[in-house]
């Protein structure tokens, strides 16, 4: 299982990592420059979340049209609340097929 925090580095600002839970490692970390850039990770996160439920160990690009419907519905309250932020969405779904 993979974990997600958002840390702050005097070096860089906020940087997002990924830690595996079981061995316990820090498997990527990703520097967040804007809102919208930890706005997308979230999303993906969240995306990420319905792969991992379904027992699919892919991406968007191979995603079944169930699981994309599952991300949409988890995505909606968040993008209810940050509107502006709505254009993610549609990026992260250009990469399914």
């Known amino acids: 299982m993979t974990a997600y925090d958002l840390v702050w580095s005097d070096k860089v600002g906020y940087v997002w990592l ?3 839970i079981d061995p316990v490692y820090i498997d990527t970390g990703n520097w967040i420059e ?3 850039g930890l706005c997308y990770e979230c999303l993906n ?3 990420l979340d319905v792969f ?3 027992g699919n ?3 968007f690009e191979d995603a079944d049209p169930l699981e994309l419907a599952e991300i949409k519905r988890r995505w909606k309250p968040y993008i209810g609340q940050l509107p502006k932020y709505a254009y993610l969405c549609d990026e992260l779904l250009s990469r399914s097929k």
């Open 57 to 59: 160990d892919h991406d």
């Open 34 to 36: 804007s809102a919208a």
């Open 52 to 54: 991992g439920m379904t």
């Open 18 to 20: 990924a830690i595996s």
């Open 45 to 47: 996160d969240i995306a």
